[in-house]
């Protein structure tokens, strides 16, 4: 289980957020821009300090770790391959990191379950959209963690890629045993993936819980046109 | 190109046996070489913090950076003169290590090091931040400790500008005159004796020597330039 509790005030937002996800569930979160999507995701990696946050994994706080502590992976929208590293390189990146050796027999599940053997010795500039989000994708679960922040990744990609990447997200959901907070502003990825949904807006939580709860839920706001589209795309879903 | 076919070959022999020349070219070489690493031990991490971090007096300390530039330079050879010399507090200071800045060697790397420090900030800077802050956080997420992160992310992929400034800075610490003639003008670096010989004896003693002296400098020029291409992030 993982738990979190923080409230961090900036000039323009007031973060007071408070949830517990179950362990090895996927979770999304909805909002609108600046909202507070983002900030969240980094205050639970670490990456931005947050005074009294409270992280706790099974119970244990972790919030007071550093990043590299945590188990932790956060995934940008830009999704930060690095540069100057082969697409091989940036996999096993996490084992040189923390001085270990490479858990050989998982590099090459990774590899080849999102298929990117093809181009391991590539630079990340050449390579296609669709495979740098495998790539990026890979390198994060190569890293083991115990939870996987994914902050838009797919935001950028048309709408077959989009698709055609949903099922590497599936994947990861059945065969890689991570806890993983999605973050988005499109419905579609929720309805495809989502066990848990939160949706936030104005820094506030105004909803958690099923997907299928918000149905029942009184929302107003962003919520509410979330769920307008939710129905729509249940009735098209259905349809097919 | 008409500095070198002006030249008559025996004018050029000459220049080639003329010791005191080489020594210079020398001199010049080893204090621009000195004062161009200690200009990326101090400046690369000076560049890394203004670059990283929001302090108070931040925008004062980017001003000073760039002042050497700013300064003419033979009053930075009389505020080094100044400073250094044995009569004042930080000239007593160094003597006791036995350390002393008129007519030294060591004048000749701090005033080559206080010309061309800048360079180095200015592109150190500019490097630090091109470098993508999401790669640095993504790095520590997956195990990375802030140190391996500079030195596996942030400094590869800022070394290409790192290294442009670093050039720039031996350019122009090599090509400094002005204030080596008050701070150091033994032992004689090449331009000062350049500028000596056509003082002395006017543009004929002088063409042999900057010729050899410009056809070193472009030596040096491209084998840097060579580096610098190789190291250039594909």
New interface residues.
């Given amino acids: 289980m993982l738990s979190v509790n923080f409230k961090k005030t900036l000039s323009n937002l007031c973060l007071d957020i408070a949830f517990e996800i179950p362990k090895y569930s996927y979770s999304f979160i909805l909002g609108p821009s600046g909202a507070g999507k983002s900030l969240t995701l980094k205050i639970i990696a670490g990456l931005i300090k947050s005074k009294n946050a409270s992280i706790k994994w099974d119970g244990k706080e972790i919030g007071k770790l550093p990043p590299e502590k945590r188990q932790i992976v956060y995934l940008p929208q830009n999704l930060a391959l690095f540069p100057h590293k082969t697409v091989y390189e940036n996999i096993i990146y996490t084992f040189k990191s923390r001085h270990l050796s490479i858990n050989k027999d998982l590099v090459e599940k990774v590899i080849e379950e999102f298929q990117i053997s093809r181009f391991l010795n590539r630079y990340p500039q050449n390579l296609s959209g669709g495979e740098k989000q495998r790539v990026a994708l890979a390198r994060a679960i190569v890293a083991q963690p115990r939870v996987l922040l994914l902050d838009e990744p797919l935001s950028s990609l048309d709408f077959h890629l989009k698709m055609h990447l949903i099922e590497f997200l599936e994947l990861l959901k059945k065969d890689f045993h991570i806890t993983v907070i999605h973050v988005t502003h499109d419905p579609l990825e929720a309805i495809k993936l989502a066990e848990k949904l939160f949706i936030l807006e104005k820094g506030k939580i105004v909803f958690q819980g099923h997907i299928n709860e918000l149905f029942q839920a009184e929302i107003t706001g962003f919520g509410q046109r979330i769920l307008e589209v939710l129905k729509r795309l249940k009735i098209s879903l259905n349809g097919i | 190109m008409h500095l070198f076919i002006s030249l008559t070959v025996n004018e050029f022999i000459k220049a080639i046996y003329d010791r005191e020349v080489w020594q210079a070219i020398f001199t010049s070489f080893i204090g621009a070489s000195l004062s161009t690493f200690f200009g990326c031990l101090t400046g690369i991490p000076f560049a890394y913090i203004l670059s990283r971090y929001d302090f108070k007096g931040k925008k004062i300390l980017e001003s000073i950076a760039n002042l050497p530039v700013v300064i003419p330079h033979v009053a930075v050879g009389i505020i080094l003169i100044s400073l250094l010399s044995e009569k004042s507090f930080w000239g007593h200071f160094f003597s006791y290590f036995n350390l002393s800045f008129i007519d030294t060697i060591y004048g000749i790397v701090i005033a080559m090091a206080f010309v061309s420090i800048s360079y180095i900030i200015t592109s150190a800077l500019i490097g630090f931040e091109s470098v993508?802050r999401?790669?640095e956080?993504?790095?520590?997420?997956?195990?990375?400790?802030?140190f391996?992160?500079f030195w596996?992310?942030t400094f590869?992929?800022a070394l290409p500008a790192i290294i442009r400034g670093a050039i720039l800075a031996f350019a122009r610490a090599i090509s400094e005159v002005g204030a080596l003639l008050i701070l150091a003008y033994f032992p004689k670096t090449a331009p000062i004796i350049m500028y000596e010989r056509f003082e002395q004896y006017g543009l004929k003693a002088a063409h042999p020597v900057t010729v050899l002296v410009v056809f070193f400098s472009l030596i040096i020029f491209f084998v840097l330039l060579y580096f610098s291409k190789r190291h250039a992030?594909?």
């Fill in positions: 993508d999401e790669l956080m993504v790095s520590r997420t997956l195990g990375a400790t802030a391996y992160t596996h992310i590869p992929l992030f594909r």
